[in-house]
């Protein structure tokens, strides 16, 4: 029997930075609802995430919640994310806006995620312009900070789309988190980004929306007709 509780998993490998860390411990969760963490040590990002989500399943909880050790959560990420999985039934996964360690600090949310068979190779965009407030909807999404309903899982198995290998297991020069995005929609889940969710990504400084903005600021200001960031790109 599915209860009012959040699990919040976290993939890792033997380490957390400081800030991440706290992070964890000022997050609010929304009233009624418990929290279970299952913290998961692998070398194997796919096999970390797929052990997180049948820790929850067993558990009975009605959401799945994936954080990765070099995300800084903002306090409210639970509170705003829950509430938008609660009021819109078509809306399955949420990620706040997360954005890659170096520059240009290309969104890691997408909205065209498309795989060539033959070429074994991802078509990918990432959106350059985009509202402040608000959620827009997604092909593709990083699982490095999101909330997953866990009746995406019954959706999936329903489909029989999961690979034998698991939910997450990567199609070849894609990543897990892209790969799963494919299945979760060919099963018809809405995957969307809470634009004022902003999750701080850790390099030397946690990366936010200000050093994207800095970055595109100066690129349009050049008029040159250079690509802001290339398609096809995946690395985090």
């Known amino acids: ?59 009975n909880c009605k959401y799945i919640v994936m954080i990765d050790s070099d995300m800084v959560v903002p306090t409210d990420f639970l509170l705003k994310s829950i509430a938008l999985l609660e009021q819109k039934e078509e809306i399955h996964v949420v990620t706040g806006t997360i954005f890659k360690r170096t520059p240009p600090f290309q969104p890691c949310f997408y909205t065209k995620v498309e795989y060539d068979m033959q070429a074994q190779k991802p078509r990918l965009e990432s959106p350059v312009e985009f509202p402040e407030k608000g959620y827009i909807q997604l092909a593709g999404l ?30 070849p020069n894609m990543g897990e988190d892209l790969t799963f995005s494919l299945i979760a929609r060919k099963c018809g889940a809405g995957l969307v980004c ?24 100066e690129w349009k200001a050049k008029k040159d007709g250079s690509l802001l960031f290339g398609e096809g790109e995946v690395s985090t």
Not at 148 to 157: A, H, P, R
Not at 212 to 217: I, R, W
Request: glycine share 8%; with cysteine.
């Open 194 to 217: 809470d634009l004022s969710i902003d999750v701080g990504h850790v390099s030397a400084m946690p990366i936010h929306v200000d050093h994207y903005k800095a970055c595109y600021d």
């Open 142 to 171: 990083g699982l490095a900070c999101c909330v997953m309903k866990s009746s995406l899982f019954d959706m999936i198995d329903e489909k029989k789309s999961a690979h034998m290998n698991g939910y997450f297991y990567p199609l």
């Open 1 to 59: 029997m599915i209860e009012n509780k959040i699990c919040i998993g976290l993939p890792h490998t033997g380490t957390f930075p400081w800030n991440t860390v706290m992070s964890l411990l000022g997050l609010k969760l929304p009233a009624g609802f418990k929290a279970v963490y299952h913290m998961v040590g692998s070398c194997l990002i796919y096999d970390a995430r797929q052990k997180i989500v049948d820790f929850a399943r067993e558990s």
